[in-house]
């Protein structure tokens, strides 16, 4: 098993620019959810899905959109990427909500200029 | 809504010391809280947790205590070692409800450093 997995490791963007971060995972959890991760601010969550085709938001989730096609996929946008989105990017993984186990992928490490 | 403070934002302990982190949560509906370590560079990975029905909890030489009148709750590691050096998460949810009351609400870390 891979566990869960980001795409891509790092990534550079100029203001304005869009694009797209993936996360799989092959443990046929319902829910998954993004998380950034500023120095001093641990981990806040900026949207999660509850079941393939759900989304909800977090607590962070302005200039942030997400789909969840397929179950094992969840995806994390940014249409007009800013200085201040620039932040690691954590991906998680829970069979439920409440008490379970949330499983981290590696993150991606976004600079916006 | 729930808020998590985490003391101290950074620990340094010498091998072989113990070291403790301490977490204080606000919503009296919590009752799971887990302990994520994270290594350089890469995701937190869950070490321990405990739910409000027990007070403490010890897995080898790690052990998280529960005060749940005083709503706060501690990480306890003995004997340290340098791999434990790492950032330390503590969080609060609740099992009683769907939706975003289950979603776990994170301290903002403790960098631990154990030196040799």
């Known amino acids: 098993n891979a566990g869960v997995t980001q795409t891509p490791k790092f990534r550079v963007l100029k203001t304005g620019q869009s694009m797209t971060l993936l996360c799989a995972q092959d443990?046929?959890?319902?829910?998954m959810y993004w998380y950034r991760q500023d120095p001093g601010m641990g981990l806040r969550l900026i949207h999660y899905s509850v079941g393939e085709g759900t989304t909800a938001k977090g607590e962070v989730p302005d200039g942030y959109n997400v789909s969840r096609l397929k179950k094992q996929n969840f995806l994390l946008g940014l249409e007009s990427a800013a200085p201040s989105q620039t932040s690691v990017y954590f991906c998680a993984s829970s069979r439920g909500s409440g008490g379970y186990e949330q499983y981290f992928g590696p993150g991606t490490r976004l600079t916006v200029t | 809504g729930e808020n998590v403070e985490q003391h101290p934002s950074t620990l340094s302990v010498q091998e072989g010391d113990s070291a403790v982190i301490k977490c204080t949560y606000s919503d009296s509906a919590s009752n799971y809280f887990p302990w994520y370590k994270q290594e350089l560079g890469k995701g937190p990975q869950l070490i321990i947790d405990?739910?409000?029905?027990?007070g403490e909890k010890k897995d080898q030489r790690i052990a998280v205590t529960l005060n749940k009148t005083a709503k706060h709750f501690s990480l306890h590691i003995t004997e340290t070692q340098p791999e434990d050096s790492a950032v330390y998460f503590c969080?609060?949810?609740?099992?009683?409800?769907?939706?975003?009351?289950?979603?776990?609400?994170f301290g903002k870390g403790t960098k631990l450093s154990v030196k040799p």
């Open positions: 969080a609060a949810s609740s099992t009683n409800y769907g939706g975003s009351q289950g979603n776990l609400i």
């Open positions: 443990m046929n959890h319902e829910y």
């Open positions: 405990i739910r409000s029905n027990v």
